[in-house]
């Protein structure tokens, strides 16, 4: 067994480290603030070869492997104060570029894929409904057939990038009866397409830079080609991309673990009470010990998950338990962060209020902490769970 990484891998991270603290994140706090969406740090990123890092040479992307795009995008949540920008990348890369990659047909790659790896078009996923969160299959948004056509009806909420997206991959119902799981299918959808609109933008309480919106479509025609796989394929294509979805969007946040725990680190070997340094406090010392050991365990679990991918295994539970235990340690070590820092820990005037903010969308979105203990439980034997 070999924990070490290659020498390309390790200065890939410290490249991604420099371009990230440099180039990245001025303007977080603004952007936070007015919820805006960081244009240029997305050309940057765009520029910087971000976008096309798990994309082969081929389509304009730089082709590496599961692991080294983990270790990059771990980097990137390193170096990167502003996370919506971050999250916005994400969201692009592993809930929309990667169901081209796994399902897309040749012609659908090289039409989209050079687009969205060069920055010039952002991606979207759009699966949510308003009656429809975790309980997937109950999705009511429709596509009906017309020849060549299919026409989408329907509302999607919580779509992350929606404002600004050109391209949304969506699921809706393409069959009333037979089997659930067959009743879904997935297609690519253009911004431009007649009948989407953009119903409103949603405010939330973090990761304020990625824009979130409510997504309507109205009779919305879709050429048959722009179907990903084969109609009745949705949920298959979902259930499988899913994985890669969970596990390779925790890289970024065990890179945000990281950066909590060196600024905590450093805060607390400078603030002095009681004439010394507070780290030397147990109680505050011990919190960052948990803090390490959250850290410590987060990465494991995420390159034994790339390991897995390397090797083109399946790691549908391993990517639930990274999840999981990623997301919520996120949160965990990012309140412990507030507290370290006292009363500059909770007031605007530094980041680490944000930090909690922005950690708490995470337990959420690809599917609830209940839900990964669901899938879990499931794939541990434990009969009925569900
Ligand atoms: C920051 C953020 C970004 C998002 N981006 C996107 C996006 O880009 N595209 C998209 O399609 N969606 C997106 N979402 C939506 C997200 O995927 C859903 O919010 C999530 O799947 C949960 O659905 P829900 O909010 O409707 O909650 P519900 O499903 O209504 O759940 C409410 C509560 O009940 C619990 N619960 C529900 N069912 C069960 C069960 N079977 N067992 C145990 N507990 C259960 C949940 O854990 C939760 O605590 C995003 C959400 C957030 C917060």
Redesign the pocket.
């Known amino acids: 067994m070999d924990f070490s990484l290659a020498a390309e891998q390790t200065a890939l991270r410290q490249r991604v480290i420099s371009f990230a603290t440099d180039q990245l994140g001025a303007k977080a706090a603004e952007h936070d603030r007015d919820e805006t969406f960081d244009a240029d740090g997305w050309q940057a990123c765009a520029e910087f070869g971000v976008l096309g890092w798990p994309v082969p040479r081929e389509y304009g992307g730089s082709g590496y492997d599961p692991l080294t795009t983990i270790i990059a995008c771990e980097a990137l949540g390193y170096g990167c104060v502003d996370n919506g920008l971050v999250?916005a990348i994400e969201?692009h890369l592993w809930?929309c570029v990667i169901y081209l990659l796994r399902h897309g047909s040749p012609e659908q790659k090289a039409r989209l894929l050079p687009h969205l790896t060069d920055g010039s078009m952002i991606g979207?996923?759009?699966?949510?409904?308003p009656d429809?969160?975790?309980?997937?299959l109950a999705l009511r948004t429709t596509a009906r057939r017309e020849g060549e056509m299919f026409l989408l009806s329907g509302t999607?909420?919580?779509?992350?990038?929606?404002p600004c997206a050109d391209l949304f991959v969506v699921?809706a119902r393409t069959a009333d009866d037979g089997p659930a799981q067959r009743a879904l299918s997935a297609f690519l959808v253009p911004r431009e397409t007649p009948g989407l609109t953009i119903r409103r933008t949603i405010s939330?309480a973090?990761?304020r830079a990625?824009p979130?919106g409510e997504v309507g479509f109205d009779d919305c025609p879709v050429p048959a080609a722009n179907l990903l796989g084969g109609v009745g394929a949705g949920y298959q294509i979902f259930t499988s991309t899913i994985e890669w979805e969970r596990g390779f969007m925790a890289a970024s946040q065990v890179g945000r673990l990281g950066r909590l725990l060196d600024t905590s680190v450093g805060y607390a070997s400078e603030r002095r009470q009681f004439d010394r340094p507070i780290g030397a406090f147990q109680a505050v010392s011990h919190r960052l010990a948990d803090m390490r050991v959250r850290l410590e365990l987060a990465r494991l679990m995420l390159h034994k998950f790339g390991w897995l991918k390397q090797q083109g295994r399946m790691a549908l539970l391993e990517s639930a338990m990274l999840k999981l235990f990623v997301s919520e340690s996120l949160l965990e070590s990012a309140l412990s962060a507030v507290r370290v820092h006292g009363a500059r820990g909770y007031v605007a005037d530094l980041p680490v209020e944000r930090e909690l903010r922005d950690a708490?969308?995470?337990a959420?979105?690809?599917?609830?902490?209940?839900?990964q203990?669901?899938v879990v439980a499931g794939l541990t034997g434990v009969v009925g769970a569900?």
């Open positions: 999250f969201n809930a979207a996923h759009a699966l949510t409904e429809t969160g975790s309980d997937v999607k909420c919580f779509i992350s990038n929606a699921f939330k973090g990761l990625t979130m708490m969308g995470c959420v979105y690809g599917g609830t902490s209940d839900i203990r669901n569900s």
